[in-house]
């Protein structure tokens, strides 16, 4: 039997820092270390114990398994409004590890929400590909299922896939209205490289649907930067970013009065070999704390000033010295993505 107690310390994260990161309140969390420490265990909703369960960065399958030690049923779709309600309350403290993909789609979410809530926030990300979040949630748990080559996961698992990348849309949506800006930086060779990753299974019967999906993706970032041209941009860059990462920046007041964008957060990515991708979603350890676990880390979130500012100048740089100035111009910029996408996606008839 593991209690929520066991998991706390196996996190190496204080009472504090998990009230900070789930929102719930530090008071509640002492009384439930209280009564477990007692060796009794008291009755927890069903939405908190998911809420702490995210902030400690557990997987699908341990947060499943967690439920069902105090006795409530396991995972299910009727959750998914507790997975993004949790996802949007969290707050990034310290630096936080991330064991899986899913956990960067939460964590994402608790970005972007402060991106669409907050007059005058900015993102910045620094990908491999397009953003995620304008995939269709059909091609996100399409290449989610490729992943995991035919082993088995929880059915709720393909359905909170699916609503992270609908409602990180809809958080982005929001945020453009509002008047924010949406800045990615891609390599223009992982660029390309990601347009012909249906070459993977030419010849296959999957080969036609993949193409599909990578075609509606870029068409949709395309859709983006037409329909707002001065907040939606996207940059190629000469020299590939030896991570990925994400940056929220969050207006300020400086000590003169005026308001000016600071970084707040960071999510920083290494980058995985083809073998390595990442494929640990839902566990697969018949243990707790396989999310914990040693060679599962694949990035981290963090408002550590140093390590925030630090990206901050790098990206700096990288705007700097790595941005093709040849499609400065949005409208270059997306003749370029159309050519591009015409060569490396032919029809399934060519």
Not at 141 to 149: A, E, G, P, W
Not at 246 to 261: A, F, V
Not at 292 to 317: E, M, R, S, V
Request: charged fraction near 25%.
């Amino acid at each position: 039997m593991t209690t929520l107690l066991q998991l706390m310390e196996k996190s190496g994260l204080n009472r504090n820092q998990v009230s900070k990161i789930s929102g719930i309140s530090n008071t509640y969390l002492s009384k439930i270390e209280r009564f477990e420490e007692g060796g009794e265990k008291i009755d927890i909703r069903r939405n908190t114990l998911i809420n702490i369960a995210i902030s400690l960065n557990l997987s699908l399958e341990e947060i499943n398994k967690l439920l069902k030690e105090y006795h409530h049923n396991g995972v299910s779709t009727s959750d998914t409004p507790y997975f993004l309600a949790a996802s949007e309350n969290q707050t990034v403290t310290g630096i936080l590890p991330l064991f899986s993909s899913l956990a960067l789609e939460w964590f994402l979410i608790g970005m972007e929400k402060k991106l669409s809530s907050t007059e005058g926030a900015s993102l910045v990300y620094a990908l491999d590909q397009p953003s995620h979040a304008l995939k269709s949630s059909e091609h996100a748990s399409f290449v989610n299922k490729l992943d995991f080559r035919g082993e088995k996961t929880l059915p709720v698992h393909k359905d909170l896939v699916e609503s992270a990348c609908n409602h990180r849309r809809k958080l982005i949506n929001e945020a453009l209205e509002r008047g924010n800006s949406i800045s990615t930086y891609v390599c223009s060779n992982c660029l390309e490289r990601y347009m012909r990753g249906w070459e993977r299974h030419k010849g296959t019967d999957i080969e036609g649907r993949y193409k599909i999906f990578l075609r509606e993706h870029m068409q949709t970032l395309i859709k983006y930067m037409e329909t707002y041209p001065d907040l939606y941009r996207f940059r190629l860059v000469k020299k590939c970013p030896r991570m990925r990462y994400e940056l929220l920046y969050m207006p300020s007041r400086t000590g003169q009065g005026k308001i000016e964008n600071k970084i707040s957060k960071v999510i920083f990515l290494g980058r995985e070999s083809e073998c390595n991708k990442d494929r640990r979603i839902i566990g697969g350890s018949n243990g707790f704390g396989f999310g914990q676990g040693f060679g599962d880390l694949i990035g981290f979130a963090t408002d550590l000033h140093n390590i925030t500012d630090f990206f901050h100048k790098q990206h700096l740089g990288l705007k700097k010295n790595f941005v093709d100035d040849r499609f400065g111009d949005q409208k270059k910029m997306v003749e370029y993505l159309k050519k591009s996408m015409s060569k490396n996606i032919p029809e399934n008839n060519e």
